[in-house]
């Protein structure tokens, strides 16, 4: 029989945290909570019983998908009193993402995408688990009743609901050129950063949106912007400022399988900005002000459905 806090229990879970990672991020949308009911859900995991782990892979999604569920439940009360849009947390993604392997896996892109993710927190919270398992992960139904304590008749019916809802919400995305993509935004970099309006206009679509979550703790638009020119004279405005501010500075980063400026100010990380390209257009730009979510920021993560 295993003991508590054994080796095995310790290479298992090592081997398979990466998965565990993505999906707890894509039922939460917090890197921050994901880790924490990754390490909630290694505490229960030392505790088992090898003997009777038939499927390691099966077990520990179950344990985790269940520690999630507790976390999107309770965290419902928090939503009702936020201040502003909630957008869920940007995850830098480890530079091994841009392997060929990683990029031809669409799913995975659009499965953490900021647009996926913000249609995914419009679902219940066991509609969110049941699709993300499903769709993204591909479990059988019997393990997904398993890990939300529901029949296998009920998770059919949730996953087809869920499958519904979200077709309905998201846009329709084509292979993804990432050659276009960089040029894209390398361009709207330079147009930004000189205040080029006929240069940005160029590059936003006509119902570009930008959304900003700051919990109303940094300033920052308390509802989305809408619009072209409106957009552009936020942006405009936005890169005068970090122009003359002393010790600002922006990097360019993978954010969610997207390109996403980070800016900091004397080394601290003032937030986090993603930008969407559909159409060879600039579709929408999400802005993460809220120094609460920006705790999880601190390096890159390796994501994975395997």
Sequence with gaps: MSTPNSTEHAERFTHLRPLLFTIVYEILGSATESDDVLQDGYLRWAEVDLA??????????QLVTREALNALRKRARLREEYVGPWLPEPLLLDERLDTADAADDVVLAESVSMAMLVVLETLTPDERAVFVLREVFAFDYDEIAGAVGKSVDSVRQIAHRAREH??????????????????ITERFMTAAGTGDMDGLLEL???????????????????????????????????????????????????????????????????????????????TNFYAMRNPDKLIGFTGPRVITRQ
């Design 52 to 61: 009777t782990v038939r499927d390691t892979k099966s077990y520990l999604a």
């Design 166 to 183: 979200v077709q309905a919400r998201r846009r329709r995305f084509g292979p993804v050129d990432r050659n276009r993509v960089t040029d």
């Design 204 to 282: 936003l679509a006509p119902d570009v949106t930008w959304t900003a979550d700051s919990g109303g703790k940094a300033t920052a638009a308390r509802r989305p912007i809408v619009g072209a020119r409106r957009v552009a004279i936020v942006l405009r405005r936005f890169f005068a400022l970090a122009d003359t501010t002393p010790g600002v500075r922006l990097e360019l980063v993978n954010c969610n399988n997207a390109p996403a400026f980070v800016v900091y100010q004397h080394d601290v990380l003032e937030g986090v900005f993603l930008i969407e390209v559909v159409e060879d257009k600039i």
